[in-house]
């Protein structure tokens, strides 16, 4: 099982957080308790053989796949209490280990299994290590002990408490109160120091570079020639209490206070990497790396972290740069790369810092919306409203540039020395030997507005807002490629190798102009997105930069594309929104104007609304490969789980089942894809989808096998898992041995009777025996057609044809149960709540994907429905593409954010119409609680809370959808009057004080 690890660690390099970096370039991300941890405090991580990731809390373990949470606590682990000091643990032969106040115990499977030898009176166990044999030794209140042969034994220190251990290779170190201690070759030794030590307590103990280092309840100490001191680089935080302490792979030496994480290196000072998350102090309890070298923080108050290297940054008012909100870029007369913003012009020096260069303020409009640095060495900044020029240091408005006064300046090209191009807002200008000219229809351009500029086969390309021009200085004609780049907003233009030119626009894609023509390439070719602000190139890729990310391209499959057609490969290299599989989570890019994009001095810069967005292309790394992929474990309704072992056999009467599985990826989670038969069900693979989990329902009896694969990474391999066999036991009357013993008495009913006959006249017994026969053979044929009968209603009556879920057959059913009980008092007096689904704009979907891709997404939102109905909740298709949440009143902690997940949920799922092609999907909701009014007058007529919820859908859908809303009876309203203004519509029982909205507050 430990497999994936390994696969893991040897497949990549190991990518610690490089020490030069200014901790703010760091990639940080971030999960608190709603993202699925038990509790917030995370007091200790560590890696699984598989690859999980494992943390304490005070609420209990939690286990992360990079995805998604599962917790551990007493319901989920016999014998586990989880409490404030819970440490959890990886020793060397991938067990887990769990330190507590109760002592020490393995973690194995969903059991706890005790050390034994520890004895009651160890008190809490606070700390692991592996000892230079091979054994494991454990930090107790009662001193070290040392477990090997599966049993514990004191190992020495009977009279301290031991609060933290370090192996470096050869000797141990244990940290505890008023001392430091050396265990070497079983004898433990004190290390001596200059300072008083009496007061402290070491609860931390880590190395770097060989050196070993401590952190007590007031500062840090090292050690060095043998004794205990404090470095001098630590004497700012010498009355700080140390909470966490770990040196990583690159020389970094992490240090957690109650205020926030340090850090501190060969190459850097001691420095805080961050001291505040949402106004609460951090109070960091523990650091772990992992194999890639990424980061893991635990806090006491604000989650779990993850750091890493990354391969962009955003430069903003940490690096100097005081408006983050920018606009253009572009290579400065000294190869410095200027910056305009929305207040001025500022320049990266050679540290990475933003100086201001001038501000723009005086002008009639400060947005530096584009950039352009002349061959006499000026900068023109081209603003919203005008263009201004800087030189020798001074900013002015020449009057040549009047008539741009009131233009948006979206681009500059210099032909030739004073010899200016000029897109704007207004169309296109030629400046020439100190005279300004307007092209407008005369000269065949039939715009209103530039966006680009390009020179290619020696003619001017003018991209515009409706269409692609070509021409020369005295004549232009549309390019009229037959496709949609006529008509597209086309934002860059940038010539590739071999003739050709890369055409960027807004929203249809990159078109390539070649000697054949036009080719086109959108997200049917292989795009992640169609929406393109800027192109760039460097030796091998074309960059592709917009309001959704930054994608590349290898210049060489393009040119395969333009002269064979197909598909094209891409790499997202940032994806903030996640609308592609891959890629840096991380806010770019502007678009709209010649200069949103620069590649110079190695990097690639592009303006976005936080700064300025900085890329490494030699840095970026491909899509994530899933490390392991398990099958994890089977649930029925009711509760039951099994573990997803080898063969799982299902109990009698088990036939709906659901089926959870994982892999495990912490980089680029979202981007696995998963696809999933249930092999003697099923004959072909399910398409592939990002959802974890598959329900199955009305499964008949038989023998069958779950076969999993996941795919990703750059070139989408499969990782198969592990199969599981599940057996599905036949109830008493679908079993081979009762159908043999039905056969045998109608076998031995035609015996006796020909018996009892065959005493007659031959001509008698031969009439009868044939009228026998053929009555058995009517009465087989009729039981048949009654069975078969039988089955297909029950499976079909109260199920879903296409999704699998519940009906409004079940609902019928369910409720008037639910009722009888109700009143029977055999239930609790509590509600059920009823949340009415419209998927919005659905018809679009079907219009332009398919009804057959219409139906998938159906599927899958139906998958959706049932991880969100859980265990005790009922999901129906209430019909076409309106869906039913059918949740009792303890299933959730409010309806306010229970009608909020809903809506959350729907809006963040990744519905896929195909591998690469995201459908974006919003629901209107309704929501009522059954009985709906205050005095439960209507528990006989549960039809009323169906017509409430739907009011409240409705009321959405005409109010902008993609939200919820309630219409609430008020304390007063009695079921007849009710029912009778009802009738007049819901806005009456407002107006008349019967009910009143509650609305999605966003």
Not at 209 to 228: N, Q
Not at 276 to 281: C, F, H, P, T
Not at 437 to 452: D, F, H, N, T
């Amino acid at each position: 099982m430990a497999m994936g690890l390994l696969v893991l660690t040897c497949s990549l390099p190991l990518l610690a957080l490089d020490p030069q970096r200014a901790p703010t370039e760091y990639v940080v991300d971030h999960w608190g308790f709603p993202a699925g941890l038990p509790q917030v405090s995370v007091t200790s991580i560590a890696l699984d053989g598989n690859g999980f990731l494992w943390m304490s809390t005070q609420g209990g373990l939690a286990r992360f796949d990079g995805l998604n949470f599962r917790g551990y606590g007493e319901q989920q682990i016999r014998g586990y209490r989880p409490a404030i000091g819970d440490r959890v643990w990886r020793d060397n032969s991938d067990r887990l280990w769990l330190g507590s106040s109760q002592g020490a115990a393995i973690l194995d499977g969903d059991r706890l299994v005790a050390v034994e030898g520890l004895g009651a009176e160890v008190g809490h166990v606070h700390a692991f290590a592996v000892a230079p044999g091979g054994s494991v030794l454990l930090g107790t209140d009662h001193g070290v002990y040392a477990y090997a042969k599966g049993r514990a034994s004191r190992l020495g220190l009977a009279d301290s408490r031991v609060y933290a251990l370090h192996s470096d290779g050869s000797r141990v170190y244990a940290g505890s109160d008023g001392a430091v201690y050396l265990i070497d070759a079983g004898m433990a030794s004190l290390v001596e120091s200059a300072d008083d030590l009496s007061s402290l307590r070491f609860r931390q103990i880590a190395s770097r570079a060989g050196r070993i280092y401590l952190g007590s309840s007031r500062g840090l100490f090292e050690i060095s020639d043998g004794e205990l001191r404090r470095p001098d680089w630590a004497e700012q935080i010498s009355d700080q209490a140390i909470e966490a302490l770990y040196g990583d792979s690159d020389g970094n030496l992490w240090i957690g206070l109650i205020d926030g994480l340090m850090r501190h290196s060969a190459q850097r000072p001691l420095e805080w990497v961050f001291s505040e998350r949402d106004n609460v102090r951090p109070w960091v309890a523990s650091i772990f790396e992992d194999p890639r070298g990424d980061l893991w923080v635990g806090s006491y108050t604000t989650g779990l972290s993850r750091w890493w290297n990354g391969w962009a940054t955003t430069i903003g008012p940490e690096r100097g740069l005081a408006d983050p909100f920018v606009w253009s870029v572009a290579r400065g007369p000294d190869d410095r790369v200027l910056v305009g913003s929305a207040t001025g012009l500022w320049q990266v020096n050679e540290q990475g810092s933003v100086e201001a260069v001038v501000s723009t303020q005086t002008l009639r409009n400060s947005a530096v919306y584009n950039l352009f640095v002349s061959s006499a060495e000026q900068i023109w900044i081209g603003t919203r409203a005008g263009m201004a020029r800087l030189h020798e240091g001074k900013l002015d408005e020449p009057s040549l540039w009047a008539p741009l006064a009131t233009r948006q300046i979206n681009a500059v090209l210099e032909t030739a020395q004073e010899h200016y191009w000029i897109g704007t807002s207004d169309g296109l200008y030629l400046q020439s030997n100190g005279v300004l000219k307007r092209y407008g229809p005369a000269e065949g351009l039939e715009v209103a507005a530039v966006r680009s500029l390009a020179i290619f086969e020696d003619q001017l390309y003018v991209g515009s807002e409706r269409g692609l021009y070509i021409g020369t200085e005295g004549q232009f004609r549309a390019a009229n490629s037959g496709n949609r780049l006529d008509q597209a907003m086309i934002t860059s233009m940038v010539p590739l190798s071999n003739g050709k030119l890369a055409i960027g626009t807004y929203r249809d894609g990159i078109h390539v102009r070649s000697a054949t023509g036009y080719s086109e390439l959108t997200t049917r070719e292989g795009l992640p997105w169609n929406s393109v602000g800027n192109l760039q190139v460097d030796s091998e890729h074309l960059w592709v930069s917009g309001p959704n990310g930054v994608f590349r391209s290898t210049i060489r499959d393009i040119e395969a594309y333009v002269l064979d057609g197909g598909q094209i490969r891409t790499e997202p290299v940032l994806n903030e929104g996640r609308n592609a599989r891959g890629g840096q989570r991380l806010r770019c890019c502007n678009a709209g104007a010649l200069s949103r994009g620069l590649y110079a001095n190695g990097y690639l810069w592009f303006p976005s609304l936080n700064g300025l967005v900085r890329i490494s292309p030699n840095e970026v790394l491909p899509p994530e490969q899933p490390a392991t992929v398990l099958i994890e474990r089977i649930s029925a309704d009711g509760g039951q789980r099994w573990n997803a072992d080898q063969r799982v056999e299902l109990p009698l009467g088990v036939r709906d089942i659901s089926i959870e599985y994982t892999a495990i990826a912490f980089r680029d989670p979202e981007s696995i894809r998963f696809r999933y038969r249930l092999a003697g069900y099923e004959s072909d693979w399910q398409s592939p989808s990002a959802q974890r989990s598959v329900r199955y329902t009305n499964l008949p009896p038989g023998s069958y096998r779950f076969e999993l694969q996941a795919q990703g990474g750059a070139h989408d391999l499969s990782v198969t898992a592990e199969a599981v066999e599940l057996a599905i036991p036949a109830n008493t009357g679908e079993s081979t041995a009762f159908r043999a013993l039905l056969a045998l008495a109608a076998a031995t009913l035609i015996a006796v009777l020909g018996y009892v006959f065959s005493r007659r006249s031959a001509g008698r017994e031969l009439q009868l025996q044939q009228q026998v026969e053929q009555r058995t053979a009517e009465l087989r044929r009729a039981n048949d057609r009654l069975r078969n009968a039988n089955q297909a209603l029950a499976e079909e009556s109260l199920t879903d044809g296409l999704t699998g879920l519940k009906n409004r057959r079940f609902l019928a059913r369910f409720l008037a149960d639910w009722r009888r009980r109700s009143l029977l008092g055999e239930t609790a007096q509590e509600q059920l709540w009823l949340f009415l689904v419209d998927l919005d704009h659905f018809k679009s979907v079907n219009d332009r994907y398919g009804h057959l891709v219409g139906d998938d997404i159906l599927k899958q939102f139906s998958q959706l429905l049932l991880r969100l109905a859980g265990d005790g909740g009922h999901a129906l298709r209430w019909g076409g593409e309106e869906f039913l949440l059918l949740m009792p009143e303890a299933g959730f902690s409010s309806v306010e954010k229970m009608a909020e997940r809903i809506v959350k949920a729907v809006r963040r799922a990744d519905f896929r119409a195909n591998e690469v092609e995201r459908v974006p999907l919003s629901v209107s909701l309704g929501v009522c609680p059954y009985p709906a009014l205050p005095d439960r007058g209507d528990i006989a007529d549960w039809a009323l809370a169906l017509e409430l919820a739907d009011a409240a859908l409705y009321w959405v859908k005409r109010h902008g959808r993609n939200g919820w809303n309630r219409l609430i009876p008020s304390p007063q309203a009695h079921h007849d009057e009710f029912i009778a203004e009802f009738r007049h519509g819901a806005n009456q029982l407002v107006q008349r004080g019967l009910a009143s909205w509650q609305r999605d507050p966003g």
